[in-house]
């Protein structure tokens, strides 16, 4: 049975909330690469560093987001579930485009491409708004987050950079 590419809220609460839940964890043990994470600006480069599939694997257990089967470590790609060429990814902050994030199958990740491109603009908006929301819900609940994009964008000018 193929997997089902319409992404309901309910799943995507829980996928969010595993992947930030891993990334609390990281930012608690004071994992610099955490924090550098949250502390860069700017959108998100084309390609990755390993750094964050690796904070998916954790969070999913190593498995695909479309078909929820194992994956290995050469056989899973980064998976724009809100497009990278869409008209929300530039307005989405670094974190938020971050959070949309998921591993997958290249295999399932084309079919969810083709999916898209079969429905109504109409839908995949609504879709989109409704993962966007929980994006920004899951951000808003940990202040830590904030706290670091206001350091990020607002640094004290008390403390020295050299």
Known sequence: MPPSYYVGTARWRTQVHATV??????????????????ERSGPLPRQLGPYWRQILRQAHV???FWCQHTMTANGATLEHV???QGSSWPKLSRLEQLLSLQLSHPLCNHGYRDW??????????RMDGALIAIVR???????VFRLYAAARDHPDPWVSSS
């Open 137 to 143: 819900q899951a951000i808003a609940d940990h202040p």
């Open 21 to 38: 839940t891993v990334l609390l964890q990281r930012l608690a043990q004071s994992d610099p690469n955490a924090g550098a994470l949250l």
């Open 116 to 125: 898209r491109r079969a429905q109504a603009p109409g839908r995949l908006t």
């Open 62 to 64: 190593n498995q695909c």
């Open 82 to 84: 809100l497009p990278y």
